[in-house]
């Protein structure tokens, strides 16, 4: 009831930035009406626009099934006509610009943000002030940080999990893997990965991680992106298909994160 209302408001007040948070992803759940009657489709069944901002925490934190996935997949699955955008962002700024974005473009549509609770104290998470002064919303942000000449391994990977992997990436003194992330499922250009994966050797493999199984998350959508990119099938490290978002038990959440993290970053000799 709450979102039809803010969805309501959007059309109403199209010059006011409107926010629905979730106080946990997959509280959206309650709402699927709304968003498949209205939020995805509303502009190509009724043209009526809409500049609503949906914010999602989520992230594999170890707080078990209900408190881990706002449903990444079911917004994917909903993506055609460029009828939503979809953000799984990694820095202050992004989030930002992806607000000033959605108020200064020449149209509306809904915005989609995925946003792990987690990010919220990382230290690692910051931005410079030139981030938002001098920069601009980002769709991909390709890894600037290695020589590309050195690369091995190529991780795609997007949200929160890229801190876990440059942790250990760094821990372990790793110069031969890249990570690139995506700031931006849909609408997303296969062009901008083709450019960022000509800067790599031919050689390198191509991985996917995510902290999702491998039933969910951004996987089965990303997969024909990266295929139609390169002559090189993509590698899925994650977590094996499951029928629960996320295990009950921190301990084994926590066992099968570190697994998932040292199989993307430990090259085979």
Known sequence: AVLGFEFGYSLSEPETLVLWEAQFGDFANGAQIIIDQFISSGESKWGRASGLV????????????????????????????NNIQICNLSTPSQLFHAFRRQMKQEYQKPLIIMTPKSLLRHKKCISKVEDFTDGHF???????????????????????????????????????????????????????????LNKYPESAEIVW?????????????????????????????GREAAASPAVGSAAIHKKEQTKLIIKATVLKS
Not at 144 to 162: A, E, L
Not at 214 to 228: E, V
């Open 209 to 237: 991680c995510q902290e999702e199984p491998k039933n969910m998350g951004g996987w089965s959508f990303i997969f024909p992106y990266l295929l139609d990119a390169s002559d090189r099938k993509p590698i899925y490290i």
């Open 138 to 196: 980002q769709n991909i942000i390709d890894d600037s940080t290695i020589k590309k000449n050195n690369i091995k391994r190529v991780i795609f990977c997007s949200g929160k999990i890229y801190y876990e992997l440059i942790e250990k990436i760094e821990e372990n003194n790793q110069e031969n893997i890249a990570i690139v992330r995506i700031e931006q499922f849909y609408p997303l250009q296969i062009s901008d990965l083709t450019d960022i």
């Open 54 to 81: 949906m914010l999602l925490p989520h992230g594999y934190e170890g707080q078990g099934p209900e408190h881990s996935s706002a449903r990444l997949e079911r917004y994917l699955q909903s993506c055609a006509d």
